[in-house]
């Protein structure tokens, strides 16, 4: 049974820093890409970032410069680490195992083949 468990979310003031967390489990998580996307209320799915199973980065360019993605195999986790956070930040998070990483999965997700409840992250201004 596959698993996908999103953590770290919050309230930040603008500007501030988050550390999203993913925990995969079911899935052979080193053999994936894997990927971050949002959707605030009332609005479509946004990529944010994904990476490849060999650690290739691909970010959507409205958080370039300012979020990080990195996985650590041994412990089966996917990261986002979010600085100089600002409102239009503000979304619930997902983490996507096994999609098909690219710059275009980044910008706009055209598939999702797992997701978990999400991370709620505000930013406020």
């Known amino acids: 049974q596959v698993q996908v468990v999103e953590s770290g979310g919050g309230l930040v003031q603008a500007g501030g820093s988050l550390r999203l967390s993913c925990t995969i489990s079911?899935?052979?998580?080193?053999?994936?890409?894997m990927g971050w996307f949002r959707q605030a209320p009332g609005k479509e799915r946004d990529g944010v970032s994904c990476?490849?199973?060999?650690?290739?980065?691909y970010y959507a360019d409205s958080v370039k410069g300012r979020f990080t993605i990195s996985r650590d195999n041994a412990k089966n986790t996917l990261y986002l680490e979010m600085n100089s956070l600002k409102p239009e930040d503000t979304a619930m998070y997902y983490c996507?195992?096994?999609?098909?990483?690219?710059?275009?999965?980044?910008?706009?997700?055209?598939?999702?083949?797992?997701r978990g409840q999400g991370t709620q992250v505000t930013v406020s201004s």
């Open positions: 079911g899935l052979q998580f080193g053999d994936l890409n």
């Open positions: 996507a195992p096994g999609i098909s990483c690219s710059t275009a999965w980044a910008t706009k997700p055209d598939h999702v083949n797992y």
């Open positions: 990476i490849t199973w060999r650690s290739a980065t």
